[in-house]
């Protein structure tokens, strides 16, 4: 990777519709979804302009879409999510993901279940 810079996007809060159980599919339930792109700032310190960076309401609205589209994994939105992201963003290097699910149906008590996913631009 040649560049430490990093845009995040963190705590952005979804009512959505995933999971393997049908309950979890038709009931909903809130989830939290962490995003950082390795990146570099250069020309967007030369420039002072949004086009040297990444415009994180761009990732929202990734983010978002792919959200709104009931799956069964956690692992799986995290996956769309990377490569959306990679896909729309060409200076991406690398990508990490983290995707919770609040009060998990799990038999117990658990404030949220966390799968997180790191891929780097090959």
């Known amino acids: 990777m040649k560049n430490q810079d990093i845009v995040s996007l963190e705590g952005m809060l ?6 393997v159980f049908e309950e979890e599919r038709t009931i909903g339930n809130h989830y939290v979804v962490d995003v950082s792109i390795h990146t570099s700032f250069q020309q967007a ?3 002072d302009d949004l086009k040297g960076t990444i415009d994180y309401g761009e990732v929202y609205e990734v983010v978002k ?5 009931p ?10 999510m990377v490569q959306q992201i990679f896909n729309h963003f060409a200076s991406a ?3 990490t993901v983290s995707v919770a699910k609040k009060h998990p149906p ?5 404030d949220q279940s966390r799968i997180t996913m ?3 631009r090959v």
């Open 14 to 19: 979804f009512y959505a519709y995933h999971g």
């Open 45 to 47: 310190v030369d420039a």
């Open 65 to 69: 879409q792919i959200m709104d589209v």
């Open 71 to 80: 799956t069964q994994l956690l692992e799986t939105l995290a996956g769309r």
């Open 93 to 95: 290097q690398a990508i």
């Open 106 to 110: 799990i038999g117990g008590l658990a």
């Open 118 to 120: 790191h891929r780097e």
